[in-house]
């Protein structure tokens, strides 16, 4: 019985840290933009990039 009088109060102070960075996170728009990176990872950013892939690079060293 003489636990719960240390873990309630380290309960509630862990409760009062994760509101706090909640509120933190929400105030620097971290939940501004949920959907945009969910599709950023589906664009197709082939188009620019002329990059050689590593493999072909190494192959190519190794010769």
Not at 13 to 19: A, D, L, R, S
Not at 49 to 60: F, L, R
């Amino acid at each position: 019985m003489d636990i719960i009088y240390l873990l309630l109060p380290v309960a509630l102070i862990i409760v009062i840290i994760i509101i706090a960075v909640f509120f933190w996170a929400v105030k620097s728009d971290q939940f501004e933009d949920m959907e945009g990176p969910a599709y950023r990872i589906l664009m197709d950013d082939d188009e620019g990039d002329n990059k050689t892939p590593v493999e072909s690079t190494q192959k190519n060293e190794k010769d």
